[in-house]
């Protein structure tokens, strides 16, 4: 496991609770042999402790080396070995096509890799095809919710892809849930900041450009060469606070509430919430955006950090398939990619 922070952690904890379990009951025997963050690692040739890896990663006298940690990873005398990159880190992603070529499985919540150059895209789907190893990335988009999974269910069914939309940033999903007319913009953005929920620079949800991500991992699981540029981003970050620090962002970022606020007062006079959605039709074309949407409307009646998809298809086409609830945190994202490694042990022989 690298990162040991929200989702490796969590991942962890969870491991943890279930792993004797699993051994028992299912026949699998999950070893945890390293964990590493970008100051620390710690191996063991059989397996870690994993009521006690962070202090024994506190402890440990080895500093984080990705070479010798992948070398340790990839032990003759196991019969599979899996990578779970819990970071957001683009370095490492530069690594996973030799990773899979070397016998590595890897797991990520990590975007930075189906989201970057579609030439990489191709060839790490290749690599992973010639070399029999499996890369799997559910929690990619919507977190712990089955959204890549569904829509690869519908399309290897044969259903007709017609429309993708939905709320797909749970900090944006927060934000304009929030937005009740008392408050402003700013205002909310501030509280998301100071909850947590945001960024470390909150600019990074407000641009749009994780929505933006996130439609492009869709958008080439529909099979279509499509590039980040491709994709048309409201971003909701002034001009002139590009630059700023991120103090002197939240400071200043009230001045500009007055367009969104004039747009809120407008769809509240329509009986109508604001939502920031992302969407992509069958030709390909993808938009991320302020829309507005009547109260009856399954996107009006989100909560909390929420996030919501719906696949319009050939077969669910007057009614929509939907997938909702929450689309990120610690423990549901962690349980996505804990999911996934349990896929992963099936795909490998793992008794039923
Ligand atoms: N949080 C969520 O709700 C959520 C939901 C869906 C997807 N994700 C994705 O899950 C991933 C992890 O998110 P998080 O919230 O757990 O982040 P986080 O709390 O910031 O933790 C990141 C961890 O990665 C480590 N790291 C970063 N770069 C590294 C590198 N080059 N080599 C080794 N370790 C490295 C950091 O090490 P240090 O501890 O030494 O800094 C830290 O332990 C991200 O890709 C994120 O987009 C998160």
Same mark, same amino acid.
């Given at each position: ?10 991942? $962890?904890? &969870?491991?943890?609770? !279930? ?5 028992? @009951? ?6 945890? %042999?390293?964990? #590493? ?7 063991? /040739?059989? @397996? ?28 003759? @005398? ?16 530069? *690594?996973?096509? =030799?990773?899979?070529?070397?016998? +590595? ?25 010639? *070399?029999? !190893? ?14 890549? &999974?569904? $829509? ?26 929030? #937005? ?5 913009? =700013? ?18 949800? $407000? ?14 699981? #529909? ?8 994709? %048309? ?22 001045? *500009?509430?007055?367009? +969104? ?6 769809? !509240? ?5 604001? %939502? ?9 074309? #993808? ?9 009856? @409307? ?6 909390? =950090? /929420?996030?919501?998809?719906?696949? &319009? ?5 007057? &009614? ?22 349990? !896929? ?9």
């Amino acid at each position: 496991v690298i990162g040991t922070g929200l989702i490796g952690g969590t991942l $962890l904890s &969870q491991l943890q609770a !279930r792993i004797e379990e699993l051994k028992r @009951h299912r026949g699998i025997d999950f070893r945890v %042999r390293g964990i #590493m963050n970008t100051r620390k690692m710690v191996l063991a /040739d059989r @397996h870690l402790n994993l009521e006690r890896w962070r202090d024994e990663l506190s402890a440990s006298s080895k500093t984080a080396d990705l070479e010798s940690f992948i070398n340790h990873v990839n032990a003759a @005398h196991l019969p599979h070995a899996v990578l779970i990159d819990a970071t957001g880190s683009a370095e490492l992603t530069g *690594h996973y096509e =030799s990773w899979l070529s070397t016998g +590595i499985n890897i797991i990520t919540p990590n975007k930075k890799s189906n989201a970057g150059p579609f030439a990489a895209y191709r060839s790490l789907r290749e690599a992973a095809r010639k *070399h029999q !190893r499996y890369f799997l990335y559910e929690t990619n988009v919507g977190a712990g919710l089955p959204i890549i &999974q569904t $829509l690869r269910g519908l399309i290897d069914t044969g259903d007709e892809i017609i429309k993708i939309e939905g709320v797909l940033s749970g900090t944006l999903s927060y934000i304009f849930n929030s #937005m009740d007319g008392r408050r402003g913009f =700013s205002e909310v953005v501030r509280e998301a900041h100071s909850l947590g929920l945001t960024e470390p620079d909150p600019r990074e949800d $407000l641009s749009g450009v994780d929505v933006a991500r996130k439609l492009i991992i869709l958008a080439r699981e #529909m099979g279509l060469e499509k590039e980040m540029e491709a994709v %048309r981003v409201e971003s909701m970050v002034a001009e002139d606070l590009r630059a700023a620090t991120v103090d002197e962002y939240l400071n200043t970022l009230g001045k *500009h509430d007055q367009k +969104i606020t004039a747009l809120l007062s407008s769809a !509240r006079d329509n009986g109508q919430v604001l %939502r920031y959605v992302g969407a992509i039709d069958s030709n390909g074309d #993808m938009s991320a955006r302020i829309r507005s949407y009547p109260l009856d @409307h399954a996107f009006a009646s989100l909560t909390g =950090s /929420d996030n919501i998809v719906s696949f &319009q298809t050939a077969r669910y086409n007057s &009614q929509p398939m939907i997938v909702r609830g929450p689309g990120a945190g610690p423990e549901v994202t962690a349980g996505g990619v804990f999911a996934d490694l349990l !896929r992963l042990a099936s795909f490998l022989g793992a008794p039923q």
